[in-house]
């Protein structure tokens, strides 16, 4: 059962992230645009409390959500798999070096989310998709998107951490 349950919570953030870009309305952000990437949010924190350092749970997660973020939302495939891909491998290495704990997880989660924005927009800036310059995506699009996110992240992390590292520790038994 426990097997289904991160697929499953992953699954409903995805759902959660496209029902909040609707909710709140444009006209409050006064033109910013943030993007929740709730489904690499998780995986960061499944990356930081669960795995051990040879096992890859967060990031198959990670990648099997943003193959299916690439095919529901997008229409172009595996930007959100190179972006989402490159993030968590980049926590992976750094989680060998770092304590886990709350303060680290939030530089995670603001590396992680800043990386694979960052390769999104390259890709769709490359290809033709995106107008706006670097420094506008910065302030309009970067910021709002790691606010929300490091939010998503406060409510997450009292709620995933104690259920992964007690999985962990039961899975090590």
């Known amino acids: 059962m426990k097997i289904f349950l991160l697929?499953?919570?992953?699954?409903?953030?995805?759902?959660?992230q496209s029902v909040l870009t609707e909710v709140i309305p444009s006209t409050f952000l006064?033109?910013?645009?943030?993007?929740?990437h709730w489904p690499l949010v998780i995986s960061i924190i499944v990356m930081i409390f669960y795995d051990?350092?040879?096992?890859?749970?967060?990031?198959?997660?990670?990648?099997?959500?943003?193959?299916?973020?690439?095919?529901?939302f997008t229409s172009i495939l595996g930007v959100y798999l190179l972006g989402y891909g490159v993030s968590l491998y980049v926590i992976h290495l750094l989680k060998r070096v770092?304590?886990?704990n709350f303060l680290v997880s939030i530089v995670f989660?603001?590396?992680?989310?800043?990386?694979?924005?960052?390769?999104?927009?390259?890709?769709?800036?490359?290809?033709?998709q995106v107008m706006i310059g670097f420094q506008e995506y910065l302030t309009t699009r970067l910021v709002?998107?790691?606010?929300?996110?490091?939010?998503?992240?406060?409510?997450?992390?009292?709620?995933t951490k104690p259920m992964l590292t007690k999985w962990k520790y039961e899975l090590e038994k």
């Open 98 to 100: 770092l304590h886990k």
């Open 52 to 72: 051990r350092e040879h096992s890859y749970v967060g990031l198959m997660n990670g990648l099997a959500f943003a193959i299916l973020t690439d095919l529901t």
């Open 7 to 16: 697929p499953l919570i992953t699954l409903i953030l995805l759902v959660l």
């Open 109 to 128: 989660v603001v590396l992680g989310v800043a990386i694979a924005d960052l390769i999104i927009f390259g890709v769709y800036f490359l290809i033709g």
């Open 144 to 159: 709002p998107t790691l606010i929300v996110n490091v939010i998503g992240l406060l409510i997450l992390y009292p709620l």
């Open 30 to 36: 006064d033109g910013m645009l943030y993007i929740p």
